[in-house]
């Protein structure tokens, strides 16, 4: 089924609200439609969906594998050839520590990047409608659905006082 | 609009598209100034590039004695520059209003990272393996059948990974803070500079989800770059310098470099300030606000620049060994007493009776002044530090004794080519933020009309009081 998107631009937050509750009564689902603004509103301003993320368990991956690989080269290589000095034990945590706090980081920051630049492109690759008046303080409020729903999103719109109608992402794509 | 100059740095424009003309104006204006800065300092980085062939060509790698300087250099740039960083990180986490003008000037410096990077190059080849038996973290010992097998470069390869990621780490912080700018710019453009900015904005829309990932990816990468630059200081000042100077063991002086490049990067930020409000143009975006806070936090870390140098001083001190005596030799009562001195009054003395003022520290030629001191301060404190430990006698060779240091060497006076390094150091450092300039816009776009969300005027009985909010 092709998906087209429709960006109805408000003047304000409370219409902009407003087009989101409307939406929702019109029996659109909340990840069918988003808020665009140019600046970082409060979250639940216009009483949007929460976003969710997986942000964090890159870091946490990397974290983890950079910590193992960590340990198991400091561990490894005491175990490979041990040596008992000063009747201390064969694993000596203080000096692996430095290892395994830098691998623990490289690995977190590696992991980090990637996350970033894979939840950057992969949730988007085509771009839906948009105006370059958001980032001058306008609020988009995009509908992305099915091409039968389209109409009925703009209607919905522009029954809730949207200033201005642009359609885009005018590809094929299936769902 | 707005006249003159603001004393809060917070321009008085009441909508988002006044705030976007207004610093994209400034953002696309080069002006003459900037044009000569550029090319004097681009010719100064050529001379740094020149001075460091010149350096290997004649000297090579083998003798330390002559890249003291050089890795002073190096040292000064990663506790100035690479330090300034985290004034956007710190004060970003505590949601402080002030900072808001000064974010991206600081993050900005993440750049100079790269410069670095290339100064650190040099350095990997000048540090010996650990074949000549100086005691370091690594525990290698060729008498032991064991010990022996530890790998001779792993200082080399540590530090250069670390630095690696600390640059790559502070690169993608300045990228992902300033995505929502420079989809700013990509609105605004055409042609080319549309598609390049495009291409960086990497399909930035502004959805409520772009912005909550963007929260947390500054989040997350501010608490990285912070916990690689305090390792990246650990091993550098460790490996590349303490490890050096036979005798010297002090398990404070590693967090001592590191917190020196706190004070020094808050310096290193009011300078540039100082620098975009006299000469860029920021009069009224940079204003006493950001000058005070910042100013405080400096003379907070002054403070204990004494306690962490008394900290190690009087453990030396009180031990007074044959090994303590020596490094005490060294680098503060010997050759570079001088230098140490300097350090000394322009890191705390200056600052403390400076700053202790209201007058001054409540100024903008005050918190100026003793950042230009302090930075003087770390240029000579980097001196006494790695200049006398690279000039120690039989680094590199077993033969000699790694566990004290019997002769204090002389001084060692810069050669030509030593100032060439620094002046490219220095000049490269400058011409890299400024170029970085022409890309990212050095006042944070997005978190001025964020601002605006947070800031009303009300009435106060007979009076009108500004009420600052802030996001849960």
């Given at each position: 089924m092709a998906i087209r998107s429709v960006l109805g631009l408000f003047n304000n937050e409370d219409t902009a609200a407003d087009a989101l509750d409307a939406l929702n009564e019109a029996g659109f689902d909340q990840s069918e439609y988003e808020v665009l603004t140019g600046t970082p509103y409060p979250e639940g301003t216009f009483g949007e969906a929460e976003p969710v993320h997986k942000l964090y368990r890159f870091p946490l991956i990397g974290a983890a594998c950079g910590f193992i690989v960590g340990l198991l080269l400091t561990s490894g290589t005491q175990l490979a050839f041990p040596l008992v000095t000063g009747g201390k034990p064969i694993l000596s945590i203080p000096p692996m520590a430095i290892i395994m706090y830098e691998g623990t980081m490289l690995g977190a920051i590696l992991f980090t990047v990637v996350g970033i630049i894979f939840e950057s492109r992969l949730p988007r690759l085509l771009m839906g409608a948009y105006n370059t008046k958001i980032t001058e303080g306008a609020i988009g409020v995009a509908v992305t659905t099915d091409e039968t729903k389209v109409s009925q999103a703009e209607d919905v719109l522009r029954n809730a006082g949207a200033e201005d109608l642009k359609r885009g992402w005018e590809t094929e794509q299936n769902r | 609009m707005h006249n003159g100059e603001s004393q809060n740095g917070q321009a008085n424009l009441a909508t988002p598209a006044g705030i976007n003309t207004d610093l994209l104006k400034r953002h696309g204006n080069t002006g003459k100034l900037f044009r000569s800065v550029l090319l004097v300092?681009?010719?100064?980085?050529?001379?740094?590039?020149?001075?460091?062939?010149?350096?290997?060509?004649?000297?090579?790698?083998?003798?330390?004695?002559?890249?003291?300087?050089?890795?002073?250099?190096?040292?000064?740039?990663?506790?100035?520059?690479?330090?300034?960083?985290?004034?956007?990180?710190?004060?970003?986490?505590?949601?402080?209003?002030?900072?808001?003008?000064?974010?991206?000037?600081?993050?900005?410096?993440?750049?100079?990272?790269?410069?670095?990077?290339?100064?650190?190059?040099?350095?990997?080849?000048?540090?010996?393996?650990?074949?000549?038996?100086?005691?370091?973290?690594?525990?290698?010992?060729?008498?032991?059948?064991?010990?022996?097998?530890?790998?001779?470069?792993?200082?080399?390869?540590?530090?250069?990974?670390?630095?690696?990621?600390?640059?790559?780490?502070?690169?993608?912080?300045?990228?992902?803070?300033?995505?929502?700018?420079?989809?700013?710019?990509?609105?605004?453009?055409?042609?080319?500079?549309?598609?390049?900015?495009?291409?960086?904005?990497?399909?930035?829309?502004?959805?409520?989800?772009?912005?909550?990932?963007?929260?947390?990816?500054?989040?997350?990468?501010?608490?990285?770059?912070?916990?690689?630059?305090?390792?990246?200081?650990?091993?550098?000042?460790?490996?590349?310098?303490?490890?050096?100077?036979?005798?010297?063991?002090?398990?404070?002086?590693?967090?001592?470099?590191?917190?020196?490049?706190?004070?020094?990067?808050?310096?290193?930020?009011?300078?540039?300030?100082?620098?975009?409000?006299?000469?860029?143009?920021?009069?009224?975006?940079?204003?006493?606000?950001?000058?005070?806070?910042?100013?405080?936090?400096?003379?907070?870390?002054?403070?204990?620049?004494?306690?962490?140098?008394?900290?190690?001083?009087?453990?030396?001190?009180?031990?007074?060994?044959?090994?303590?005596?020596?490094?005490?030799?060294?680098?503060?009562?010997?050759?570079?007493?001088?230098?140490?001195?300097?350090?000394?009054?322009?890191?705390?003395?200056?600052?403390?009776?400076?700053?202790?003022?209201?007058?001054?520290?409540?100024?903008?030629?005050?918190?100026?002044?003793?950042?230009?001191?302090?930075?003087?301060?770390?240029?000579?404190?980097?001196?006494?530090?790695?200049?006398?430990?690279?000039?120690?006698?039989g680094i590199g060779d077993s033969s000699v004794d790694k566990h004290m240091l019997h002769e204090i060497p002389q001084t060692v006076m810069p050669h030509f080519i030593d100032y060439m390094i620094w002046v490219g150091a220095i000049g490269g450092s400058v011409f890299v933020y400024m170029l970085a300039t022409r890309i990212f816009p050095i006042i944070n776009i997005w978190e001025q009309k964020e601002l605006l969300l947070y800031k009303f005027h009300k009435k106060l009985h007979r009076t009108e009081v500004l009420v600052l909010g802030k996001p849960d």
């Open positions: - | 300092t681009g010719i100064m980085f050529l001379v740094g590039i020149v001075g460091i062939v010149l350096r290997l060509l004649e000297d090579g790698t083998e003798n330390t004695r002559v890249w003291g300087y050089h890795a002073a250099a190096f040292a000064f740039i990663l506790t100035t520059a690479q330090g300034a960083v985290m004034v956007a990180i710190a004060p970003r986490m505590a949601k402080a209003h002030w900072r808001r003008p000064i974010s991206r000037v600081a993050e900005m410096f993440a750049v100079v990272g790269i410069v670095n990077l290339l100064m650190f190059i040099p350095l990997l080849s000048v540090l010996p393996s650990l074949e000549d038996g100086r005691r370091s973290l690594w525990f290698y010992n060729a008498a032991d059948p064991i010990l022996s097998k530890v790998p001779v470069y792993t200082p080399h390869i540590w530090a250069s990974l670390s630095l690696i990621f600390l640059v790559l780490s502070g690169l993608m912080l300045l990228w992902v803070s300033s995505l929502a700018d420079l989809a700013t710019i990509r609105d605004s453009s055409s042609g080319r500079k549309h598609r390049f900015f495009a291409w960086l904005a990497n399909g930035w829309h502004g959805t409520s989800k772009q912005w909550f990932m963007k929260y947390h990816r500054i989040g997350i990468l501010g608490a990285f770059y912070f916990m690689m630059l305090i390792f990246t200081h650990f091993l550098i000042a460790t490996d590349f310098d303490m490890a050096l100077i036979p005798g010297w063991i002090d398990a404070l002086f590693p967090i001592t470099h590191a917190a020196n490049s706190l004070q020094a990067g808050c310096a290193t930020v009011i300078i540039a300030m100082f620098v975009l409000r006299r000469f860029g143009g920021y009069g009224d975006w940079i204003g006493l606000d950001q000058f005070w806070g910042l100013g405080k936090l400096m003379f907070a870390l002054s403070l204990l620049w004494f306690w962490f140098w008394f900290s190690s001083f009087i453990i030396l001190w009180y031990g007074s060994r044959p090994n303590e005596e020596s490094v005490l030799n060294l680098i503060i009562r010997g050759p570079y007493q001088p230098a140490f001195m300097a350090a000394f009054i322009l890191n705390f003395i200056a600052p403390l009776f400076m700053m202790m003022w209201n007058p001054v520290r409540k100024s903008i030629w005050g918190p100026t002044l003793v950042a230009t001191g302090i930075l003087i301060g770390t240029f000579f404190d980097r001196i006494r530090l790695y200049v006398s430990a690279y000039s120690i006698p």
